[in-house]
């Protein structure tokens, strides 16, 4: 059973578009997460959930909305897409928000922008 | 997150033990020390994590010294499958509330050879 899932792998899509990114756990964790990892390989956190409320939102633009319609799913909404996004976006999730928990994370969306 | 120092790149020989060098001379009494790696186009993978005695678990050794300010990661007999980027992470603790944010350096890459 795959613990972290995310939907889809891939997406190429052209620039001003509207895409969202779909990410489920079956762990039963409390916390999700959204992180970034540009070209060069930099991971950075952009939003954690925790038991739906958003508890870490970093400088992000506004186009990137999360949703987390319960505790299990955490999506990501990207309006106007910019060549900018085009990176590597994983989500991840922890039993709970302490900052010493373990994070699990999914296999990443690949993300695309013409 | 507490600052980490690692070496960029190193190398291993198959059957041979991977001993990964890291440096937190800012750590805090109450924060752990964290291992992760990604191996190319998957997401990043918890391995093990400290806080003051040395840990295994069936991927690996932590050994963190008395003082706490370094650690090494030991992958006892390393295959070429363990070829990836290790990160370690000392999350910020302050107070229990920093809601697991992962600061990901850039990390060491371990390049396996047989």
């Known amino acids: 059973d795959t613990a972290v899932s995310q939907t889809p792998k891939y997406l190429v899509t052209q620039m001003g578009n509207d895409k969202s990114i779909k990410c489920e756990q079956n762990?039963?964790?409390?916390?999700m997460y959204w992180y970034k990892q540009d070209s060069k390989k930099f991971l950075k956190i952009m939003f954690s959930?925790?038991?739906?409320?958003?508890?870490i939102n970093e400088t992000v633009p506004n186009r990137f909305s999360p949703k987390s319609p319960d505790k299990a799913h955490l999506n990501l909404h990207i309006n106007s897409l910019e060549l900018g996004d085009s990176a590597v976006y994983f989500c991840a999730s922890s039993l709970t928000a302490g900052g010493q928990e373990t994070q699990y994370f999914g296999p990443g969306t690949r993300l695309l922008v013409l | 997150d507490a600052k980490t120092t690692q070496p960029t790149s190193m190398d291993c020989a198959e059957g041979r033990a991977a001993n990964l060098p890291c440096n937190h001379s800012t750590i805090s009494g109450n924060e752990y020390v964290y291992w992760y790696r990604q191996i190319h186009s998957q997401g990043p993978q918890y391995i093990i994590h400290?806080?003051?005695n040395n840990e295994t678990n069936e991927m690996a050794s932590l050994i963190i010294t008395e003082d706490r300010k370094s650690s090494t990661l030991i992958l006892p007999h390393a295959t070429l499958r363990d070829t990836a980027v290790y990160y370690c992470i000392v999350p910020r603790n302050a107070g229990g509330t920093s809601y697991g944010k992962l600061t990901f350096g850039q990390g060491t890459i371990l390049t396996v050879h047989p």
């Open positions: 400290g806080l003051k």
């Open positions: 959930y925790n038991n739906k409320e958003l508890i």
């Open positions: 762990l039963g964790h409390d916390t």
